[in-house]
């Protein structure tokens, strides 16, 4: 029995090694809001574990035994430090967490484009794949009159080419031509 235990620790300890190069650094990096969705895992505690957590409009996710717990503007790193100090804190000794974006905020697309909205960002978008989410470009579209404006600077729209990256929670705004 003790054995048992002490390989799948280490077979645990193994798999979060060789899978954490193919966590992208962009998530690292990538500030948690409203609408993402997380996925938190709690090792060797299935019932602290939750496979989808919706970002609440206030910033929040609700973990088991610990209630709310603001995440917003966090990265995953440092969400995972969070909620291991609050398990920590009366509940485990020495929590491990894993926290991954399992879906990010929309993209919206607007304007000359077929089929304007919301849609889910994918890492690598670009403005050419996001209208292209959104159908394509109408036939009174022009590719000179595309703007982005990023989340968190809504005063700023700026203009862009094709292959520029996107962001979650970005507005792209596709203009008409005149002719």
């Known amino acids: 029995m003790w054995c048992d235990s002490v390989l799948t620790r280490i077979l645990v300890l193994w798999v979060m090694v060789m899978l954490s190069p193919l966590v992208s650094a962009g998530e690292r990096s990538y500030r948690i809001?409203?609408?993402?969705?997380?996925?938190?895992?709690?090792?060797?505690?299935?019932?602290?574990?939750?496979?989808?957590?919706?970002?609440?409009?206030?910033?929040?996710?609700?973990m088991p035994l610990l209630g709310a717990i603001k995440v917003k503007s966090l990265t995953t790193d440092q969400v995972e430090k969070k909620i291991a100090r609050l398990l920590a804190d009366?509940?485990?000794?020495?929590?491990?967490?894993?926290?991954?974006?399992?879906?990010?905020?929309?993209?919206?697309?607007?304007?000359?484009v077929k089929t304007p909205g919301g849609y889910n960002y994918q890492d690598g978008l670009t403005v050419q794949r996001a209208i292209v989410l959104a159908g394509g470009l109408d036939e009174r579209a022009s590719e000179d009159k595309i703007t982005i404006t990023h989340e968190g600077d809504e005063d700023h729209p700026v203009r862009v080419d094709m292959n520029d990256p996107v962001r979650p929670g970005d507005v792209i705004s596709v203009g008409e031509s005149f002719f």
């Open 33 to 62: 809001d409203s609408e993402d969705v997380l996925s938190v895992t709690v090792f060797d505690e299935p019932e602290l574990s939750v496979e989808e957590l919706r970002v609440s409009a206030d910033g929040t996710i609700s």
């Open 90 to 112: 009366g509940y485990l000794k020495n929590p491990r967490v894993n926290v991954s974006v399992v879906e990010y905020r929309f993209v919206y697309v607007n304007g000359a």
